[in-house]
Nanobody, 127 residues
Framework: QVQLVESGGGLVQAGGSLRLSCAASGRTFSNYAMGWFRQAPGKEREFVIAISWSGGNTYYADSVKGRFTIARDNGKNTVFLQMNSLKPEDTPVYYC????????????????????WGQGTQVTVSS
């Protein structure tokens, strides 16, 4: 079992930056691929970005390429989402997710592929 806790959300003006963190506890963190999803009210959960257990493989949604980056520190059981050049459409709740990948560099990109989820952190980008 893995517990995930997101932090770092808040209010920022368009063009600004935020850094989200996701702290994991429980089983061996380095055995997991980690992903970030976001969900606006009334909409489906949307894939944003993900990283393999080693950090050697990452996958980005087209909407965030060139603006968002993901990194992980397996020693601190934490994954980070750096968001730059934020736009109002980047606004919804952001969720951290984890999936066991048995030390492969596989990167899941669909929400149903992830077994563990955090509670979410709100990001609001004002225009």
């Amino acid at each position: 079992q893995v517990q995930l806790v997101e932090s770092g959300g808040g209010l920022v003006q368009a063009g600004g930056s935020l850094r989200l963190s996701c702290a994991a506890s429980g089983r061996t963190f380095s055995n997991y691929a980690m992903g970030w999803f976001r969900q606006a009210p009334g909409k489906e959960r949307e894939f944003v970005i993900a990283i393999s257990w080693s950090g050697g493989n990452t996958y980005y949604a087209d909407s965030v390429k060139g603006r968002f980056t993901i990194a992980r520190d397996n020693g601190k059981n934490t994954v980070f989402l750096q968001m730059n050049s934020l736009k109002p459409e980047d606004t919804p709740v952001y969720y951290c997710a984890a999936e066991v990948t048995e030390y492969s560099d596989y990167v899941p990109v669909l929400s149903y592929q992830y077994d563990y989820w955090g509670q979410g952190t709100q990001v609001t980008v004002s225009s």
